[in-house]
């Protein structure tokens, strides 16, 4: 396992260039899921993810995320400002698929 990559999903509009240089540092293997295109391929290896609300819009990206985290091996971690938080569509994800959330703003090392 020494030096093996872990998978992480990014799910968001951009990952600051600085914060992928920390997850890479920490043999973490970012893929970037862009919103509104599931991935084609069935993931069954276990993972970790981050869904940066923060950068996602709604409704229009919900139907797209409820597909993607139904269909997901991955402990998913939601990131947002309290705003986001306040949206009940995006409380019903959390709910349903993560097991954490992380207000922003926070430092890189809370999110590593």
């Not at 997850?23 to 069954?44: C, D, N």
């Not at 705003?83 to 698929?97: K, P």
Request: hydrophobic share 35%; proline share 4%.
């Amino acid at each position: 396992m020494h030096g093996e990559k872990r998978p992480l999903y990014y799910v968001g509009r951009a990952l600051h260039a600085r914060l992928l240089t920390r997850f890479q540092e920490r043999s973490w293997k970012v893929e970037l899921i862009e919103p509104g295109i599931v991935p084609k391929t069935t993931r069954r290896h276990t993972s970790a993810g981050i869904l940066d609300f923060s950068s996602l819009e709604f409704p229009a990206d919900h139907r797209y995320l409820h597909e993607l985290l139904a269909n997901s091996h991955t402990g998913w971690v939601a990131l947002g400002h309290r705003e986001d938080f306040e949206d009940a569509l995006v409380r019903g994800l959390i709910r349903d698929y993560c097991f954490d959330y992380i207000t922003l703003p926070t430092s890189d090392d809370r999110l590593v």
